[in-house]
């Protein structure tokens, strides 16, 4: 049906002809939401329908790797001639690791953007800003060669720079410096791993596939090039590099600073999405590319998860800011994305990109509640609110499905995520399935104790609450539609499964088939 | 026509100086305006750039044009010329505004059509003396541009100062080229590498004064391309020279330094590569550490270039000790980015220094509320010196990085520590530049607007076209870069898996 049409570059052109417009405002300055908003809405549609194209065929048709078949399956293909001279293409394509990320992405930061509807300081940038965001994640999620997934991966730290630094709160230079530097350290960790593996493969090419076919499989009569050695060691660099935006413990501490400090749609947008492209990063090229690395290392994958898990889920129980707390929470839960991916087995990889979209939705809602408290009472912290169910019913309804859902309520998307992640796990180890069973307790801990806190109970003296509205439409709306896909996703998880299972089995197939497992 | 023949590869140089010498009289006929000097400045420039752009990328066959034995105008050196040659007409369109208030234009024209003549004629140099004569008539010129301002005190503490070093470097580089015309018995440098090549083995008495020649090499020429410890000169020339001048010196005049020692280093004396390997090897360390360690404490806009270029030679250098081919493709295409990305900085600064706002860090507070294009121009330049894509200054750091990662190909080598230093740098480098970007757009500052000297708005916009240009379709200069390496240096190994 999509013969022929670049249905790829056309969605990522949308945010690049958005933000190219947008930033060539001029003084109109309050068109600049609009031209966002039909950019990332044409960009949602048109990857939509990309996501029921695969719907129809999940499999497909002979678009993969060099119209040869092999071991990967991408639709919607595309491979251009960049730099000739360095062995660099744009090659872009989709499949079912890639889609559920890619149609996330489109979807947040079109709700993002209505989110940040009454932004008025500086709006021409601040929503350029958020296009130029999109592009950078986009690109992550459909680069098939090494070079153009370095580009976008840097891309999108410039904006979320900027939007920190603009539009953040009291430490904002000092938060936006951080998860630069930070992040680019890790960036630049993985561009001498990308280097590494180049000349190792003797490929002249730096397209992922063929990377990952002369280094790992091989084939008759070129046996595989990354030997044991190299692959720990390059594995262990990757690791780094991806595991500082997942992010892992001990490397996440750029990770709060920047959330408490970011504005809302910042927020949702970090944690919504590049925290993504860290487990992205991991399960489509450090895994299958290095599969004798990962295996060695498999261990330590599955400690540092608890430990993020376990040590996520005890610091949030010790915040008093509400968004520092769900900042914490997202370590604990990315946590589960790298120990399904850890188990090496075919549902716990399928898990693992399931609970990143899984994440990605619920801690969206998180967020935005926390900046519609913010907005609305001046204020995040915990100690200070009290009893606003009663003056913002609507909001304190949102946000308690918000929150149940974020501590794996069944019958909504974490859970299922997350249940399977536990049962993947408990395949491979067992008992020792009790030590990331704890967080469980915690996180219904800590999310209750703090909804206990917030909304209910005698309503608080230590602000002003009569000024206190209810949730305006422009938060209302992107929270309610996170909410039904919430549910939708949590009861029909086979929807998305459909499409992660043979993209799935291809990675795992790959870690068998080398003797990872 | 035989004559011409002949010549034709130093015409570029000759009609440099014969606009040179016509230049300060023309100042006489001019009353008022002394704009059309500029113009009249920028005619061969851009001659002799639309007689190189199509040699270099339009003709599929290479570029050799003997002039004697002295000089070669071959891929190598066209490509070193064309980034003087752009460097000149950025800086010379910048000039004008910025010296209106000063007097003799003239010779101020005149001077920097001299200094790209010296500077030109390094690169074609194929002869020790030839190359000796480029660096001292580039080096004069310069002398005296950086103490354009007579009357200003740090102008002529800043060409006094450069002068002495300019001077002592000098001497050291002739020293060198004395020892080796000992040993070699020649001064072209393509015979003192086959000579130096036979002779080793037979006389290891030579060696030591090989070894002594490569020590004042590195000396002399260091200082020409301010490398730690020989850099202290560097950032006071550059902030107390006029701006435009400053960026003369760390776009264009750095360059030369370049290309001498790739000429010296890579042909003369590689048969004692093992001898300087190593040593240049930490000199580019340690220069690109000091440099971006220093750069960050810094409080005015042009001390804290110079340390950012003191660091970029740095990364540079990292061609010579790993010494393939395609190391010196990256050499050669971060020298051409960084000609873009670095003038097109102290370019701004010199926008901002003709409208009186300043050179301090502070002076940048606010900026994109008071000229949107500087600063987005500025926030391009520096997020491209800092290796973030897809600007030009990522894919030459790209290239660079990765000859030093390639050489582990047969099993690791100690080179991977070059790119591994020049990663960790360059993370090390965002902080200070980000810090500009972030006064620049995020910090509140003075709300008037700055109307932005058209010629100098030129000037920028071009090398902002030429650094994104770059980023994003870098194929056709790489090839050149390719050709430029393997034509010049066709005794290396290539380098590339």
Known sequence: MFEGIPMITIILLMPIVGSILTFSLGRRESWAKWFALSFSLAALVLSVVVALQFMVNPTSQATGYHDGGGFFNYQFYEEHVWIKALGINYIVGLDGISLPLFVLTTLLCTLSVVFSWDTKVRAKEYFGLMLVLEVGVLGVFVSLDYFLFYVFWEIVLIPMYFMIGIWGGPKKDYAAIKFFIYTHVASLAMLISIMAMFFQAHTGSFSMEDIALAGSIGGVNNPALFTGGFQVAIFAALLFGFGVKIPIVPFHTWLPDAHVEAPTAGSVLLAGLLLKMGGYGLIRIAIPTLPQGAASLQILMAVIAIVSILYGAVLSLAQKDLKKMVAYSSISHMGFVLLGFATFTELGIAAGVFQMFAHGLVTAVLFMMCGVTQHKCGTRMIPSLGGLSKKMPRASTLMTIGFLASLGLPGLVSFAAEFMVLASMFQVWALWLWLPILSVVITAGYYLWALQRTMFGPLTDQIDTTKIHDVSWYEGVPVSILIFLIAIFGVFPLVMFQFINPAAHIVFGLLTHLGGV | ???????????????????????????????????????????????????????????????????????????????????????????????????????????????????????????????????????????????????????????????????????????????????????????????????????????????????????????????????????????????????????????????????????????????????????????????????????????????????????????????????????????????LTHAFMKSGAFMVVAAMGAVAVGEKLEDFKGLSKRSPFLSFSMAIFLLSLAGIPPLAGFSSKFVLFSSAVYTSADGPTWLVWLAIAGVLNSALSLYYYARVIKYMYMDPGPTDRIRVPPMIGISIALALIMVVAIGLYPQAVIDICENAAAGAFPGLPPGLP
């Open chain 2, 1 to 335: 026509m035989a004559v011409w023949n002949a010549l034709e590869g130093f015409t570029p140089q000759l009609i440099l100086i014969a606009f040179a010498l016509v230049l300060p009289g023309l100042d006489y006929l001019l009353k008022k305006d002394k704009r059309p000097l500029a113009w009249f400045a920028l005619i061969p420039l851009v001659a002799i750039a639309a007689y190189l752009v199509p040699k270099l990328f339009l003709s599929s066959e290479p570029l050799s044009m003997q002039v004697g034995d002295l000089l070669t105008l071959d891929t190598f050196s066209a490509l070193f010329m064309l980034v003087f040659i752009s460097v000149g007409i950025v800086i010379i369109l910048a000039s004008p505004e910025f010296i209106r208030r000063d007097r003799n234009h003239g010779e101020y024209y005149a001077l920097v059509l001299l200094a790209l003549t010296g500077m030109t004629v390094v690169a074609e140099s194929n002869d020790l003396i030839a190359l000796f004569i480029g660096l001292e008539t580039a080096g004069i010129s310069s002398f005296a541009l950086s103490g354009f301002r007579k009357s200003e005190n740090r102008s002529a503490e800043a060409a006094t100062k450069y002068f002495i070093i300019g001077g002592f470097s000098s001497a050291l580089t002739l020293f060198a080229i004395s020892l080796i015309y000992g040993v070699a018995g020649t001064t072209n440098i393509e015979v003192i590498g086959q000579t130096l090549n036979g002779s080793m083995a037979a006389l290891e008495g030579s060696r030591s004064v090989v070894r002594l020649a490569v020590v004042l090499f590195i000396a002399g020429l260091g200082f020409k391309i301010a490398l730690v410890p020989f850099h202290m000169w560097a950032p006071d020339v550059y902030e107390g020279s006029p701006t435009p001048i400053s960026g003369l010196l760390a776009a264009a005049s750095k360059k030369m330094g370049f290309a001498a020692l790739f000429k010296i280093f890579l042909i003369a004396v590689i048969v004692t590569k093992t001898d300087w390997q190593v040593a240049i090897a930490a000199l580019a360390i340690i220069s690109m550490t000091v440099g971006n360690l220093i750069a960050i404490s810094q409080t005015n806009i042009k001390r804290m270039l110079a340390y950012s270029s003191i660091a970029q030679a740095g990364y540079i250098l990292i061609a010579l000790p790993v010494g393939t081919q395609y190391a010196l493709e990256g050499g050669l295409f971060h020298i």
